[in-house]
């Protein structure tokens, strides 16, 4: 990696600090990923991507802030990334995966805090998030009260907009939507001093389309058996769809595809086809928040989908086709951010039709649940998709946990009872 | 043809031989170093099969075992070789505690843990035994003795212990407190228990089931007979040993 220390610290970065999570993460990096077996040869480009994790990408954001762009940050598959590319600036999923930053954001927020919310807010506050010190301003979402309230006190450390998202899927609620899609616009066409016309949006929205496209035929590779990629491995991408380049990380995982494709035409695989296939549900796994796959894939299971903020949430709705004028468009943009079926809906039942389909789909043995401690709408959703589950006799497993280390061994003990439950 | 079976808990290590029955067993504390205590343990023996459970399974597995499984699989092939007919199988632990349901044919359909907290496992009674300056064995039969109750509110390890002592201050009799404790931590195993839907017959294992007054309220509380075997502690190997003469 090339010298960014002058950029770190023109950003404002806790440089001390920086050093030690940087320095933690190409060992962790190596452990979890690169001793994977058969990894498909598109990974490299990923891995080089994580290299430059606090580099490259920032230096690109800087040189377009240098050439009179914005840089915008986000934490939601809510905020529509093509209104912003629109804008002609950038859109970043901000860091948010980590227990390093948690530590920090304790010293403020309650500690009975989700561990995102948490780790989002540390980064801000030590200083130790480059994106975030980049950013121009972040986009806030109300999908939960914690995330709700803690967008008030980040205000205090860092320009913040946010968004209303309803709580319902009524007429109602696509009406409040649609009006902040427009109060988005607004903002953002204040902040660049761009007007978003038609043709701009049409141009951002093809570019994310082909993103989410891209990602969808990496998530239908993962339905053979052999599965082509490892569930890190696919996470990974997915993670790095957020803050990448939008077209070259198309271009990226285009390729990827074309040569898991053929893996599955020639019938290879990263794991043997008896290796028990888990998908995974619930709350969004921020980079490097790698956790609960790779307890899985250590103990012999594969991941072979994420129903789920960094994965099928993230992709699967698409825009529906429309008459191109800016109302039209806004509004077919409005109808897919409100096909993600978040928890933080109410009812949701759509989720757990999504879940039943991935589990037939996808030739799943077992689902694994995932909530992050204090997530209180995917912990109280885990019982209806259990129960629904049941029915058709597939078993799942809730895994309730934080950022933190401490409980792997427990995790571990329950993968490995779950794996023997439902191996065939 | 002897086989053996090694559960590594957080507290004790269990060996047990197994040839056409059950044939010897052994329990020791855990201890700081258990990979070195289990070799200690099998310094000169060799078995046809070697099978580890219990938190030190992996490890085992790098150094001695032949196979690593889970303590809820352990458990449930040990209960089912005691007693064929169980359907649930509830192991209260050193550091942590499960249930599991089991299928007719006695392979496991559901099971819950606690997660990381210390409420409902051995871990709380010995520290509770502590605070009331009893032995842990003492601890169950004290409770038994008692007249009437003193509810216990906390359930965390830390905070109940704070309570006791001051439960204590205020003059309450240790046996009633001894009691209190008891329900609390026996109304949490419960409502685990219920999460899995537990069926007769419910054999309750593990260190945590020498204790007569846990055995007693968790049997209230689920409105189920539980069978305790005669060595619950043992359970676990015994599964190992199995499954090690199974393979």
Redesign the interface.
């Known amino acids: 990696m090339a010298d960014y220390r002058s950029m770190w610290a023109e950003l404002g970065l806790d440089l001390e600090k920086h050093d030690i999570l940087l320095g933690a993460l190409p060992g962790m990096y190596e452990g979890i990923f690169l001793t994977q077996d058969n990894r498909p040869e598109g990974m490299a480009y990923f891995d080089f991507v994580i290299g430059e994790i606090h580099g490259l990408r920032v230096k690109e954001l800087m040189d377009h802030k240098a050439s009179g762009g914005k840089v915008v940050g986000l934490f939601c598959v809510f905020v529509p990334e093509d209104l912003i590319l629109a804008a002609g600036a950038i859109p970043v999923g901000l860091c948010a995966g980590t227990q390093f930053s948690v530590p920090d954001a304790e010293e403020v927020l309650p500690r009975n805090t989700c561990a995102l919310i948490k780790s989002s807010f540390g980064f801000k506050v030590g200083r130790t998030c480059p994106y975030v010190q980049a950013s121009d301003f972040v986009i806030g979402e109300t999908t939960c009260d914690g995330k709700k309230k803690m967008y008030e006190l980040l205000g205090q450390y860092h320009p913040t907009y946010v968004m209303e998202v309803p709580q319902k899927k009524t007429p109602l609620g696509r009406e409040l939507f649609l009006e902040e899609l427009r109060g988005l616009k607004a903002k953002l066409e204040e902040e660049t001093g761009v007007t978003i016309t038609a043709e701009r949006l049409a141009e951002a929205t093809a570019l994310v389309e082909a993103k989410r496209a891209a990602l969808r035929r990496l998530h239908n590779a993962r339905r053979a058996r052999p599965v082509p990629i490892s569930g890190l491995d696919a996470l990974l991408v997915t993670q790095v769809a957020f803050y990448d380049d939008v077209v070259r990380f198309t271009e990226k995982v285009s390729a990827l595809c074309d040569e898991l494709e053929g893996r599955v035409a020639r019938g290879e695989g990263v794991a043997p086809a008896a290796a028990p296939r888990i998908l995974v549900s619930g709350s969004p796994m921020a980079v490097p928040n790698w956790k609960l796959h790779r307890i899985l894939e250590d103990s012999g299971a594969v991941v072979v989908g994420e129903e789920s903020c960094t994965g099928t949430r993230y992709f699967t709705p698409a825009v529906a086709k429309n008459d191109g004028t800016l109302a039209g468009q806004l509004a077919a943009i409005a109808d897919r951010q409100l096909e993600t079926h978040c928890a933080c809906f109410t009812p949701n039942d759509e989720r757990i039709d999504d879940v039943l389909t991935l589990a037939e789909g996808w030739d799943v043995d077992g689902v694994v649940h995932y909530s992050l401690q204090f997530c209180h709408t995917f912990a109280n959703e885990a019982v209806k998709v259990e129960k629904a589950l049941a029915i058709r006799g597939v078993?799942l497993l809730r895994i309730?946990t934080d950022y933190s280390d401490?409980?792997m061994?427990?995790i571990?003990?329950?993968v490995?009872?779950?794996l023997?439950?439902v191996r065939r | 043809m002897t086989y053996a079976g090694l559960d590594i808990g957080s507290r004790t290590i269990v060996l047990v031989e197994f040839d056409e029955g059950l044939k010897d067993y052994a329990i020791l504390d855990t201890g700081p170093n258990p990979i070195q205590r289990c070799q200690q343990l099998l310094d000169g023996k060799t078995y046809r099969g070697l099978v580890a459970t219990g938190?030190g399974r992996?490890l085992a597995a790098t150094a001695f075992a032949h196979e690593?499984?889970?303590?809820?699989?352990a458990y449930a092939v040990g209960a089912r070789y005691l007693y064929p007919d169980c359907r649930t199988v509830i192991d209260v632990g050193g550091q942590?505690c499960k249930a599991a349901l089991l299928s007719e044919d006695g392979?496991?359909?559901?099971?819950e843990?606690n997660?990381?907290c210390a409420a409902g496992t051995g871990r709380f009674l010995e520290v509770m035994a502590r605070a009331l300056e009893l032995s842990i064995g003492e601890l169950g039969d004290h409770a038994l003795s008692a007249t009437r109750m003193t509810p216990v509110n906390s359930l965390c390890t830390v905070f109940a212990e704070s309570e006791v002592v001051s439960l204590i201050a205020r003059g309450e009799d240790s046996r009633t407190i001894a009691l209190g404790l008891h329900d609390a931590i026996a109304t949490r195993i419960a409502g685990m228990v219920r999460r899995v839907g537990p069926r007769e017959r419910v054999v309750f294992a593990g260190g945590g089931a020498l204790n007569a007054c846990l055995g007693r309220l968790l049997s209230q509380k689920i409105g189920l007979e539980l069978t305790v075997p005669e060595q619950p502690q043992i359970v676990g190997a015994l599964g190992a040993a199995l499954v090690a003469r199974a393979r």
């Open positions: 078993p309730e401490e409980d061994g427990q571990r003990n329950r490995d009872a779950f023997e439950m | 938190y992996h690593a499984i889970s303590e809820i699989k942590d392979n496991v359909r559901k099971f843990m997660d990381r």
